[in-house]
């Protein structure tokens, strides 16, 4: 231990911090509303998808609390009201929620801090989708003054077209919107990760975070046009009773299913490809190691981002769509199961001879692997043309897409807010309390979905008010679960809100990280590098090394110098 | 008028099967008063079958569950694989205390692993597949000499039809031949399922589709104007969300053998016919009443259509029953394909007008719903032409004229002093 250097620009024995930092930049309302910086904008998204990860998790407490009992449980709960809970569930949690939360939230924080640069390509875009975002959840609120909608988030027709709910236009209008939100975020940062590198980022010296954000937002650029095509249709249909879709005019219901899942498979990668970024991260950091396998992880990025356009049929092997049809779409289908695996044994390698801090984000990542893993296999019973026959429509595929989308991407996320929160906010949660939260969150998340697998195979089918009542007893453990995960999850809010006023501050690298956010202070300047920063090898953790002084990690420059960036 | 009836009544219920419910029938006070006596039970079905599945009750259940299974067990070993790895890692590399033990021998990479976790799983879903394909070439491929029963799907019920003209709520199939469904819906999408016997194919407005399956177990069998739940029969459940009342679009399939089936399906055609005259509203139409009940209560209840009986409350309070709302056209029309606006019932019914009659009003309600609605209520309703012959259409009436005599639950009670 020689010549310590910290490349943090925030001298750690001044008394008093400087005070530029991206959230004391500027001051006033305004300079929220207005502002250009993909961290404030990263932040308002937080913020946002957060919110709405609340409303939607009180749809969901309710439909399991209805659901204890067969028939009526709530008081003025009837099947109505029902079907309109499950529906905003699905429609908040897929389109407010899941889709914007990792390139929305953490990707526009993190993602040009990680690269170099100074903020995304196009700025101004960057605030206009977030608007975008705005408008698209205002009206989704507006459809409940219209009455609501009972569609289910899938929107099939010619249920959608003919239903009486007067909510359907305004929350399909707002999904549209929505689409070009989630549009203009994708190619915001595909230029920026091909324009923005700094000198010596090169393609593979990216974090893998930066792939899987590049892999999505292709999907993004490419899939969801045909969803607000889709919509635009519905939305035609409805209001000019032109017929497109529904059968009484001469439309085909079957052809809307083909259109709305070309997007909404993709939209399944949407959400979990950035996911499975952060877990490269989050386990390659914390276990203070070398990412095992860093090309075939990259790569399988984008084949799964390739192949998620050409498995849209497997949502509908009982629709009567041709045989054919199916047989092509499930032999197609288990090829994504490949690219899937090889992530995880490679995270799996990562872990050996690691140096892993068993800490929140940690917990995290590996809570991800054993519930990407469940999610992934039980993919395998549903992919199979007649296992699928038996299981679709029912709990069990409620229970797989929850272990994906839920335990899987919103997980990651939370993993991820977890690994990057002392960056945003520099400030340092209470490590113990997080692992509290975990653990609830982790246990909830099981007991709920678990018990979902066994409700399925033996035949409830989703999107059911009343049930027969030999089900009763896995709802009601179900049920339980989803309290318990509740609990976790308003136990979680509270510890990073009550870390703003009085966590610990954060040093500039808190886990031991090589990759460039941590090379700037928490929480990062405005413009997040003085100076252009120097790319070394982002997995290269033999140059970083505790400091007393710093209470965290630093990089050892002299290291760097003699150690290799090659993979 | 030829032998419509037996060819033509669609609608549901009905099964007379024994002595004894012939007897039923010819005194419907002496039913009324049995059933009163006897409390309804209700009979729980066990889940059944194994952890996973419910029992299997086709023939090709077998190939699915095997199919099931193999996955399963490959999960298994996958996910307890995976799960003790990752335990045993974490425990195992853990780091003590802040400094970090940075292993610079550690491999990055490795290629004939990352070829091996890459092709094993290949072969295995390969196999997987395979599996799945065969299977599922024998669930689409229904046998030529199939037993061919018609369904219609409608929110929020089932209809079967069978060779004979018999009509069913529940679907009633042989044991030992293969049964082909033709289905078709007549609003929105539905989707049939059979859990027992792992099939399952959605009824698609504007096409036909094919489900196939054979049973060998007879189960029993159970009448349709069933008071209480019973655990006896298959359960048969809509999986494709179509509205309010989804999860009660379920029935149960019964396996009768072939003799039985025979019998059933024989009495089942012609029981309209052999209800006497004088007794056709107090028997056919509380058999007839069940396809109704999903929308129409019978005590006031608001459902999804206008109830029969009298309303005691909301929008249409004070106005008396069905019948009384249509002699006297009270109700106020709100919608439907001859609404001129703000018109009342009475402005379309009478000598001269639109339905002379309020008998007509009611067989056009039944025949073309959307043409006039009671204000309150949307299009909702599907139409049952060619579903109900004139002679059930008769008996609806009458029920409707005499909705006093019939209890909440539709069974007939008789003349009740006030």
Redo the contacts between chains.
Sequence with gaps: MTTLEATSPNASNAPDPPVDNYLTYTRGVLSWVFTLDHKRIGLMYLVAVLGSFLVGGIFALLVRTELLTPGATIPGVD??VY?QFFTLHGAIMVFLVIIPSIPGALGNFVLPIMLGAKDVAFPRLNLGSFYLWIIGAILAVLSLVYGGF?T?WTF?T??ST???TGGVIPVVTGVFILGFSSIFTGLNFVVTIHKLRPPGMTWFRMPLLLWALYATALIQVLATPVLGITLLMLIVERVFQIGLF???MGG???LFQHFFWFYSHPAVYIMILPAMGIISEIISVH??????????IAFSSVAIAIFSFLVWGHHMF???QS?LM??VF??IT?SV??PS??K???W??T????????NTPMLYG?GF??LF??GG??G??L????????L???YFVVAHFHYVMMGSALIAMIGGLHHWWPKMVGKMYDEKWGIIGFTLVFIGFNVTFFTQF?LG???M???????????QIYHVISTIGSYIMAAGFFWTLFYLVQSLFSGAKAPANPW?GRSLEWQCTSPPPHDNFKTTPSVGDC?D??V???DEEEGG?VINRSKVEESSPD? | MIDLTSTVVDILSATVVTVQDMADVAAPAAQEATSAAAAPKEEVRELGGDFWMPPAASTLAPATDFAFQVITWLSYVFFFGITIALVYLTVKFRQKGTDVNYDAGAPVHSTPLEVGWTVIPLLLVIAIFFMGFKGFLDLSTPPKDAYEINVTAAQWSWSFKYPNGATSNDLVVPAGQPVKLVMRSSDVLHSLYIPDFRVKKDVVPGRYSYLWFQADEPTGFVPEDRSARTAIGHHLFCTEYCGKDHSNMNRKVFVLDETEFKEWETTQARWLDEVPDEDLYMVAGPKLFLRCSNCHSIDGTAGTGPSWGDQTSGSLAGLGTLWERVTEGTSPIDGGTRDNGGKKLADYIGPGKLYETPEDYIRESIYNPGALLISGYGPNMPHFRGQLSDRAVDAIIGMIKNIDQFDPKGRYVGDVPN
């Design positions: 099947a109505d079907n009972d289910g099939y010619p249920y003919t239903t009486s529904d059968p009484a085909d219901p079957v276990a203070h190691r070398h990412i095992f396998g860093y090309r075939f009982t629709s009567g045989p199916n047989v499930s032999l288990f199961a490949i695996a090889i995880v044994f490679n799996m390698a872990l050996y001879r690691g140096s892993i801090s068993i590996l692997i054993f893993t469940i296999l039980t395998l019973h992919g199979t043309l007649n296992t699928d026959i038996h679709h429509d029912t066994m195979s033996h035949g089918p989703r999107r059911y008010y009343n049930y027969e009542p030999e089900f031991g997995y953790f033999s970083v090394e505790w990690y993979h």
